[in-house]
């Protein structure tokens, strides 16, 4: 079967060059190609999306980085035009495959402590494993540093970044209560017999416990990535009787690769000194009435055994959520130098405990933790995994080069490295170190497991780190500050620049600019008041803004919007919500505790918090608002298909848009503007005069009266 799609590009200035057809194997392929295309578009900083279609004279999609919606219209529109016989059921599969899992916003936080209300992943028989699930409603107190309580042990103890469980709705997988046999493992994926690509599981055998699956990950048509930083501190963590490893081959070929066996093999050598059974691994491919059981010896083929009574709805897992406290600005480390540095300007005592710096892959610092005194090899992996890391570095005063040559041998089987061991001394009355990496005596993981080292300098990690990551441009503090004000609409002329500069180089932790709009409706200004706080590490962010509206009758509006690392409104959208309009934005929904698009306005009936905020109005998508539908009601003219999307994304930020519509028998230029309260457009002519041309939608004047009713329970404080 070939899926075809017109692919072009859109920018609001320029007249678009047409559509390039192009053609791809299936519909996974199509959409994951999308996926990748939509990362080079940024509408809201360029302009520019992708404007995607099936066929010359169907609807037009405009895609970039972070569309989700036309993306799953695309698949329902090609799965309709490819696959029109599917039964129902098989619809729903698909539906819940493509919807896959709410985009999430990195602005939350999280707690080391957990409460009653703390939701746990469960084995199959309903047992609470200690993994905590992702929670999208955790927002942070604003800390730029989570630390553990001040009465606890480890009380300099802190992370800036946990890894969560979520649960994977994409596959639907069912099976007994508890794992008799290697046949009920494989019966247990009979789901992936129609999957076009390859997945990855592990499954987690309690016993009498049940059992536990987790999704490692979705790969290609011919691979998927097992990452063993994403399974083994888990797996000590849950401690079960035993695991087994099993992936789908949509090929139909059940030969079993080098890959295969070295993903068991490493499994097996990472939890040698553990308890834990590594099973034989399994490969699935029940169209042809048979799976594989291999291992580094041999291989069974086996014929699958019917297994009806095999009803139970079995929920998987997966390690691929994370929560980051507010205002996440974690230090970077280049060499040893800036190690010492780092701990001494965190005042962090050095005792005879060894510690643990946990480190992202771009060499970031985001957690720290005293070592237990035993175990501390499953310490460092279950730290690592669960914090954000990929790499770590030691530092204490009786740590050693052999101990921790030791370490990096053994971890390499989990795919994390120690970069670095740093032993400190005093003398001559101050503080002095010592790097293992510095002096030669830390040897790498691969070399020490006589494997071919991809750099001949990766055994010193100063060195190593320079060639490798330190040839990209060092981090610029204003440069970063300048476009993030660009890009939240607040301009970027040279007296901007001039203050913040002032600003970031005064001795004083906050400081403000002062900013005039022109954005604001003919008659009305506005100022802004941007606000900026500094941390004691020398970082500064733009914490939260306060915008002024006087309108053309006198009167005065304000309102504080916190700035966050996704989900701010910018400068427009917040004049757009001052001058009494909705906005879209992904809110999370109380009621569902999840995330999701809502468009909110600010609610000028009730008085001001004792913050002096307004409340805002939330109208989740189950309130209904479907703006599409609402402009198709209204009977606008759009010259070129585009043009319909672009007005539909341009009413949901809450502008004032120039649009086309019919009146007398003539076309007339006005202007329109969303109304999701009430689910229907405001038409205006051009100097904002009210024309009632627009109908609401069937049945709404019962809906609106509902609607009314409901406003109140919508209502959340920010």
Sequence with gaps: MSVTLEIGKYNEQIESAGFQKMEFSDIDEAIANLEFMKMGFNYFQTGESLVVRLDEGQKSHLIDYDAIIPIKEIRKELEDKYHPNLTQNEKEIRSITANGEAKISANSNFSFEADATTRYAKTSSGEKLPFKLFNPNETGAGSNLL????????????????????????????????????????????????????????????????????????????????????????????????????????????????????????????????????????????????????????????????????????????FSKQVLVENFQPVKITSSADIAKFITSQKFGISDKTELLVLNNQLNIVGKFIMPPDKQLDFIIAKVARFGGSKCILYGNNITPEQVNVYNKKLHFSDIEILDAIRFNSGNGRKLYESFADSGELKSPKEMNNEVRENSNSSNYKQNQKSKIMEKKEFDQQDYLQNQLKYLGFGEGDKLHKDLETGINSADNQFEIKIRSDKASAGNEVDFTLKFNKTDSGGVFLNSYKAVLNTNKGEEISQNFPVNRENTFTAKEAINLLEGRSVKIEFTNPKTEQLEPAFVKLNFAEPKTEKGNYNFQNFYKNYGVDTDQIVEKSNLIFDKPEYRESTIKSLEKGNVVKVKFEMDDNVVEGKAVLNPQYKNLSIYDQDMNRINTNKPLEGLENENKHDKNQVKEQIIKR
């Design 147 to 318: 630390r553990e309580p001040q009465d606890s042990l480890r009380s300099n103890d802190f992370a800036l970044v946990e890894r969560r469980f979520a649960e994977n709705k994409s596959l639907q997988l069912f099976g007994n209560e508890k794992i008799g046999s290697i046949d009920d493992v494989a019966w247990l994926f009979k789901a992936l017999e129609d999957e076009a690509v390859e997945h990855a599981f592990l499954v987690y055998d309690f016993k009498d416990k049940g059992y536990f699956v987790q999704h490692i990950s979705t790969g290609t048509f011919d691979a998927a990535f097992v990452d063993n930083r994403l399974l083994i501190g888990n797996v000590l963590e849950a401690n079960p009787s035993a695991i087994t490893l099993v992936h789908n081959h949509p090929s139909g070929n059940l030969k079993v690769s080098k890959a295969d066996v070295d993903c068991i093999n490493k499994l097996k050598k990472a939890l040698e000194d553990s308890d834990i059974r590594v099973n034989s691994g399994v490969i699935i491919n029940l169209r042809s009435g048979k799976y594989v059981v291999f291992d580094e010896n041999e291989t069974a083929h086996i014929y699958m055994k019917s297994n009806p009574e095999s009803f139970k709805e079995i929920q998987p897992y997966s």
